[in-house]
């Protein structure tokens, strides 16, 4: 299968990487899947059930009746697998590979090498501290319900029946918050609504006998101007509308949300902000709660390890974690609890946590042979800022007169000048997206959005970016061009990446295809690039015999476990092997940020 992943990455579209389906496309001998064999249940009349039973392996592989069925179907599995070694090692020989001879060459070479280095690091995992989540999952309980609570409370002012309200309904929520309106689709909030609820303290509504097991209340809206609706035209309440109309109330000086002024400002806005906002913040806990912080707890082993399993996108050759993804952990600004505070170095032990530092962009400027991207690395400090001098003549001018300073080394104290990332802040952050943005291949259209500016507005911008690195746009019309020729892409290193629908007549499906002609080579040239020196790591005798191990990779990071005593002579291990992970280096340094700590989240 990893063999398989290397000679096809668009197999995913079309049946996956299983031994069934390969042993179908490639050996035109289809393996027959366990449940078809021995899963279908006969009933008394002889005739086979609608629904299939499978049975224990055990006893498949115990029973008289069954045994010799079982053995030939293990024997099939292992005869398709030598089949299919022996068929992929023709085709990744007859691949030429840009790295090494053919595609077989680099198998051999790198490719297996990756694959064991990934099931070391899902064998060793990563160290929990079950106390601290333990810690932190009673504190955010408490303050999602704190949040919950004053919502509760001013609902309550608004309308009578407010107590009875269910906070946590959109319906409830959407009554509350807009009615009276009139939708788009037609329909109308009216100013009051009934709801029913369980009858919990025997309410026994007037003309009634007895107390019925449902009771009603009713709902009267506010009139709040929604900011976001719905697919179906319902004002939409979810996170980002309800941002929106919250503001940040907190701030200083506060900064109110839409609803402060559709309820008359004052106080009454005020308290209405600071309402929604709690609600806001209670919803995100409660997401760090059930995607994070309490799963994590169910999925450590004896030894409060965690293991995931991690799998290569075949498109890029990037990593994907499962089971649980232990590479999508809460950002650092919304890392309230300090989540990845609980990933750590197991006792006595230390974590070296090392990143690359915009290792896409610098594939980028290698790949291109992009001249000025070459120079703004080679000089070093705020790449960004760089971009945005090159873009625009009023900032040239104003760092050549000593008005604003490219960077500043804050260790020796305050700038002397304004910085230009201060002063050029809004030019310095359309050079941030576009450094990022082109090597996505992203259009002017989607730009045009993300800045919220005119078609010709962002066109223009972009021009200035390629008119400083004529290298790029070239690089890009030339990875495009060849690709509509030869229906695929390489990386770095020579992997390939079939683009089924490069030639498409769909113009979305080409579009798509022609913007992965680009990116695959900047993202899985970065990943090659990790891989490389993942492997170089992997190797290295001497972190082995320090009792080194990788535990987890995060995309352009990797983190590494061992004894406290030799962590700093494995830091500049580590550093060494990814920074020089190829025998030739590539036109840009690879820079890596390599630190000491006993936590994840200490690293950043």
């Known amino acids: 299968m990893h063999m398989a992943r290397l000679w096809d990455s668009s197999r995913p579209m079309k049946g996956g990487y299983s031994l069934e389906s390969l042993s179908r496309d490639v050996l035109l001998d289809r393996k027959r899947p366990i449940k078809e064999l021995f899963g279908k249940k006969i009933l008394k009349d002889g005739s086979e059930a609608k629904l299939n039973v499978m049975p224990d392996l055990s006893e498949l592989q115990r029973d008289p009746k069954t045994r010799p069925a079982w053995i030939d179907y293990s024997t099939n599995d292992a005869v398709a697998t030598w089949l299919l070694h022996q068929r992929l090692s023709e085709f990744l020989r007859n691949k030429s590979c840009v790295h090494c001879n053919t595609l077989l060459d680099f198998y051999n070479a790198k490719w297996r090498d990756f694959g064991e280095l990934l099931t070391d690091i899902e064998r060793a995992g990563v160290y929990l501290r079950t106390d601290y989540l333990s810690r932190i999952e009673a504190q955010a309980t408490a ?26 309904s959109r319906t409830q929520v959407q009554q509350l918050l807009f009615a009276p309106a009139t939708l788009r689709s037609g329909k109308a909030l009216g100013p009051e609504r009934i709801f029913k609820m369980e009858n919990l303290d025997n309410y026994i509504e007037p003309g009634k006998d007895k107390a019925l097991k449902q009771r009603p209340f009713v709902i009267s809206g506010l009139g709040i101007e929604p900011v976001s609706f719905t697919a179906n035209g319902m004002p939409s309440v979810d996170s980002a509308a309800l941002e929106l109309l919250a503001g940040d109330p907190l701030a200083d000086p506060p900064r109110y949300g839409s609803a402060y002024k559709s309820l008359g400002g004052n106080e009454a806005g005020r308290e209405a902000c600071l309402a929604l906002d709690g609600v806001v913040k209670a919803t995100a806990i409660e997401k760090l709660l059930n995607t994070y912080i309490c799963p994590l707890q169910l999925q450590i082993d004896a030894q409060s390890r965690i293991h995931c399993s991690l799998n290569l996108n075949t498109g890029t050759g990037r990593l994907s974690a499962r089971r649980p993804n232990l590479q999508n952990q809460p950002s ?57 001098m090159s873009m625009y003549d009023n900032i040239r001018e104003a760092v050549n007169a000593g008005e604003v300073m490219l960077e500043w080394d804050y260790s020796k104290g305050s700038s002397p000048k304004p910085l230009l990332k201060e002063r050029f802040a809004a030019e310095r952050r359309q050079a941030k997206t576009l450094n990022f943005s082109i090597a996505y291949g992203k259009t002017v259209s989607g730009l045009a959005k993300d800045w919220g500016t005119s078609r010709q507005e962002a066109q223009a911008t972009l021009k200035r970016w390629y008119d400083d690195r004529p290298e790029v746009l070239l690089w890009q019309e030339t990875m495009i061009k060849s690709a509509h020729k030869t229906g695929e892409v390489q990386t770095l290193m020579g992997r390939y990446r079939r683009l089924l629908n490069i030639n498409s007549s769909s113009r979305k499906e080409r579009s798509a295809a022609e913007r992965a002609a680009i990116n695959t080579p900047i993202q899985g040239g970065a990943a090659d690039i990790v891989m490389a020196g993942m492997i170089r790591i992997w190797k290295n005798e001497r972190l082995k015999k320090l009792g080194w191990k990788l535990t987890l990779q995060i995309h352009d990071e990797v983190v590494l476990e061992g004894p406290e005593d030799s962590a700093p002579e494995a830091l500049k291990i580590v550093r060494t092997c990814m920074e020089r992970p190829f025998a030739d280096p590539l036109l840009v340094d690879l820079i890596v940020d390599a630190t000491i700590v006993d936590t994840w989240y200490q690293a950043k």
């Open 332 to 388: 650092l600004e919304k890392d309230v609890y300090k989540v990845r505070d609980a990933f750590a170095a197991a006792p006595g032990m230390k974590l070296v946590v090392a990143d690359y530092g915009q290792l896409e962009l610098r594939v980028l400027a290698h790949m291109s042979k992009c001249q000025s991207m070459i120079e703004a690395f080679g000089a070093g400090g705020d790449f960004h800022s760089r971009t945005a």
């Open 143 to 168: 303050d999602a319900e704190s949040h919950w609570s004053g919502f509760r409370e001013w609902v309550a002012k608004q309308c009578p029946d407010g107590k009875f309200m269910n906070v946590k």
